[in-house]
């Protein structure tokens, strides 16, 4: 039995107690149907109990496990996106390749397939269903934000939400809220493109590369204030951590990324990613209030070619890679393993208080889609003026996978929640 068979009708109107209730009689069933024949044939005589949790138990943990979704390949989708940009309204400038003039749609027409099962479609009922009376934060930079329109996109078709983030903050450039009445859902975006506290450092003042500072040990005040009430944060970031950056712990200069001051220490980009992942992590582990699942979304590889992105780089490609075709960027894989051994720290951690970290392990995935960009097709978020953008990713596109994913790893969190308190009753 594979996961993928466990689906709600599409469009069917449950309330959330129903979908657990289904979730819960399949996982019975998923249960029964594991315990090996000899234990039922025996079990008119009473069995120690330890004997039928173990081995039930590993069966289980065998039927949640057998697909990873994260390992597979791009194959053609001829039936296109869920949505256009005439069709979902939320679609902001920034990722809006085809309103610039893009003018090929291959890109749009593949589908991630998973080597082991289906990756299933998304469920926009399904989702507001199991999100109703919740809330979720995608925690980050601009890239955390894109993956929120995505969603915004992938739910327009079922629900409109209000926008409210002016109820929450006076700065709604950076963090933007969204409440789905009919759900009683909000949906935030919370900007935090450190995740640790930062500030300008340049003489000459801010630009593109002009130096920051962090406290890699201060988790950023603009989110810590705010994410104990979410029940999911989705977490994640990347592309600013190539800038010049001073690093400082508890207070005191300990370092520095692409400076060329000869009395301070060197330190790799690596070290301030590192810290800046313990340091949410920590933080949200140290929150008292905090009782959300927390997804770490790995690094989004940019896809600049010919040059560097500020000396004229691009990214022209209209398919995915071929797994031939792939080049090794390193430092692509080593921020990602770095991340990777942060959340598996966390995870440790997390399962002494009870909360859930989770991998959303993108970065492959997405490395094998150079085409998926708005590339000269790409529009400034601030500004009206195009930019040649190999960073974002155009709506619709690749990026709607990652919410497939998030979906998909949101109900196997709601099967594994159940199977533990299944085998505590049954023990
Ligand atoms: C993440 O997915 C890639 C394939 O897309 C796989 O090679 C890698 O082992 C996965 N990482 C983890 C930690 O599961
Ligand atoms: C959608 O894209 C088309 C080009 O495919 C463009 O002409 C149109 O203006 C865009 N609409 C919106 C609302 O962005
Ligand atoms: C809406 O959800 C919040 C939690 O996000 C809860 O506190 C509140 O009671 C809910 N309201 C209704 C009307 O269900
Ligand atoms: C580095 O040298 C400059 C000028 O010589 C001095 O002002 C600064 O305090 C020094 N920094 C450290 C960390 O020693
Ligand atoms: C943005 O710039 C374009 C081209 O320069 C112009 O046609 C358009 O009216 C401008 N839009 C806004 C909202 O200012």
Redesign the pocket.
């Given at each position: 039995m594979k996961f993928h068979a466990i689906e709600f009708p599409p469009n069917g109107k449950n309330t959330s107690q129903n979908s657990f209730k289904r979730l819960f009689l399949t996982l019975t069933l998923i249960f029964f149907t594991s315990i090996p024949l000899y234990l039922i044939r025996k079990s008119q005589s009473p069995l120690p109990p330890q004997e039928i949790d173990i081995s039930s138990l590993r069966k289980n943990r065998e039927v949640l496990k057998k697909c990873d979704i994260f390992k597979g390949k791009w194959v053609p989708h001829p039936e296109g996106p869920y949505y256009t940009n005439e069709t979902c309204p939320l679609i902001i400038d920034q990722h809006n390749c085809m309103k610039f003039g893009r003018p090929d749609t291959e890109f749009m027409r593949w589908r991630w397939k998973p080597d082991e099962c289906e990756l299933p479609y998304f469920d926009a009922v399904q989702f507001l269903e199991l999100v109703r009376g919740k809330s979720m934060a995608f925690l980050g930079d601009s890239v955390g934000k894109n993956q929120m329109h995505s969603l915004l996109c992938l739910l327009s078709s079922v629900a409109s939400p209000e926008d409210v983030s002016s109820k929450y903050s006076s700065d709604t450039t950076y963090f933007t809220h969204w409440f789905y009445a009919d759900y009683n859902f909000t949906l935030a975006s919370l900007w935090s493109p450190f995740l640790v506290t930062s500030r300008d450092a340049d003489l000459n003042g801010y630009s593109y590369d002009s130096y920051m500072s962090l406290y890699i040990d201060e988790a950023d005040k603009g989110w810590t204030g705010e994410i104990e009430g979410y029940d999911y944060v989705i977490i994640s970031a990347g592309h600013w951590f190539f800038r010049p950056l001073y690093l400082h712990e508890k207070g005191q200069?300990v370092g520095c990324h692409k400076c060329s001051?000869?009395?301070?220490t060197s330190l790799s980009v690596y070290h301030g990613y590192r810290m800046a992942f313990r340091t949410a992590f920590r933080t949200l582990l140290s929150l008292k209030r905090y009782k959300g699942v927390t997804f770490l979304r790995t690094f989004s590889p940019a896809h600049f070619e010919n040059a560097d992105w500020d000396k004229g780089g691009n990214c022209l490609r209209t398919k995915p890679f071929t797994n031939q075709e792939r080049k090794s960027d390193d430092y692509i894989w080593e921020f990602y393993l770095t991340q990777v051994e942060e959340v598996r720290a966390a995870e440790d951690e997390g399962r002494k208080r009870g909360l859930q970290f989770v991998l959303l392990n993108t970065t492959e995935i997405m490395w094998l889609r150079p085409d998926g960009h708005p590339s000269q097709f790409g529009h400034s978020r601030h500004r009206n003026e195009t930019v040649n953008d190999c960073v974002h990713w155009c709506l619709p596109g690749p990026i709607d996978t990652w919410n497939e994913l998030l979906l998909y790893m949101m109900k196997m969190g709601v099967l594994k929640g159940r199977e533990r308190k299944l085998m505590k009753n049954y023990i």
């Open positions: 200069l001051v000869k009395n301070i």
